[in-house]
């Protein structure tokens, strides 16, 4: 009988000047980029603490140590793919994921399309098995005032 595990994630970092933004693995043009020792793309950060809980491996701090020069500067989906790697070790596949990222700026509706083939082909799930949406922070919080981005995800797995 087919197990389905339910998971939860959130990943949140600090707006600064002379960094790229980078969301979904892709470089959206902004006057600022995301603070952090990878690559700080908090869409796939969330989406990879979902997935690592409910297969209950733990969380991303976990696997890729922000402590660790390895992962000093390295491109989040190569995380992804290594949890995706970890996710199936335990027999689990994804069954779907479902996003949402907070930003006051810069408009992100034209990057989402790209977002989610390149989240899809880490994963190697169908694109339509993935939604990603974006809001504001409505200029209410650390968000609303442009100070940072945070995204959330959840993602059903099965055996």
């Given at each position: 009988m087919a197990k389905m595990r339910i998971?939860?994630?959130?990943?949140?970092?600090?707006?600064?000047?002379?960094?790229?933004?980078?969301?979904?693995?892709?470089?959206?043009?902004?006057?600022?980029?995301?603070?952090?020792?990878?690559?700080?793309?908090?869409?796939?950060?969330?989406?990879?603490?979902?997935?690592?809980?409910?297969?209950?491996?733990?969380d991303i701090g976990k696997h890729f140590p922000d402590t660790d020069p390895r992962f000093e500067n390295i491109d989040s989906r190569k995380l992804l793919v290594e949890t995706r790697r970890l996710v199936a070790a335990k027999k689990m596949v994804v069954n779907n994921i479902d996003a949402t990222i907070v930003a006051q700026g810069p408009r992100l509706m034209a990057f989402i399309p790209n977002m989610i083939n390149n989240i899809a082909a880490d994963l190697n799930i169908a694109p339509y098995d993935i939604n990603i949406k974006a809001t504001t922070g409505e200029k209410i919080g650390a968000m609303g005032r442009s100070e940072g981005i945070s995204a959330t995800a959840v993602t059903l797995l099965q055996s």
């Open positions: 998971g939860y994630g959130y990943d949140v970092h600090r707006l600064v000047k002379n960094r790229k933004l980078i969301l979904g693995g892709v470089e959206v043009p902004h006057h600022s980029g995301l603070k952090g020792h990878s690559d700080a793309d908090v869409l796939i950060h969330a989406i990879i603490d979902a997935l690592l809980g409910a297969a209950a491996l733990g």
